[in-house]
């Protein structure tokens, strides 16, 4: 069974850091890669970045690039989401997710919370 845990979020003030953690138990060969997806009030659900866990390859959503890395350690099974000079916008809760299929993602962690003050 594939479950994953987030960790790492919390309350900061803008311009700050911050990392977040994604532990995967239960991979498969359908566990490819792992994403990071955030969710304000009021809005949708935004792609932030994912990785491959065999080539480290990554993808980034357009608000956060330059500013979020995401990196994997394999012998973990754990994924980082490196979060650099924060902004109020980056407030969210923040989700992992793994197990892309065509119609999206097919497991997902319980979230975490980030709150960026001004």
């Known amino acids: 069974q594939v479950q994953l845990v987030e960790s790492g979020g919390g309350l900061v003030q803008a311009g700050t850091s911050l990392r977040l953690s994604c532990a995967v138990s239960?991979?498969?060969?359908?566990?490819?890669?792992v994403a990071w997806f955030r969710q304000a009030p009021g809005k949708e659900r935004e792609f932030v970045a994912s990785?491959?866990?065999?080539?480290?390859?990554?993808s980034y959503g357009d608000s956060v690039k330059g500013r979020f890395t995401i990196s994997r350690d394999n012998a973990k099974s754990t994924v980082y989401l490196r979060m650099n000079s924060l902004k109020p916008e980056d407030t969210a809760v923040y989700y992992c997710?793994?197990?892309?299929?065509?119609?999206?993602?097919?497991?997902w962690g319980q979230g975490t919370q980030v709150t960026v003050s001004s």
């Open positions: 990785i491959l866990w065999g080539s480290g390859t990554t």
């Open positions: 239960g991979r498969t060969a359908a566990t490819y890669d």
């Open positions: 997710a793994t197990g892309r299929t065509s119609l999206g993602y097919a497991y």
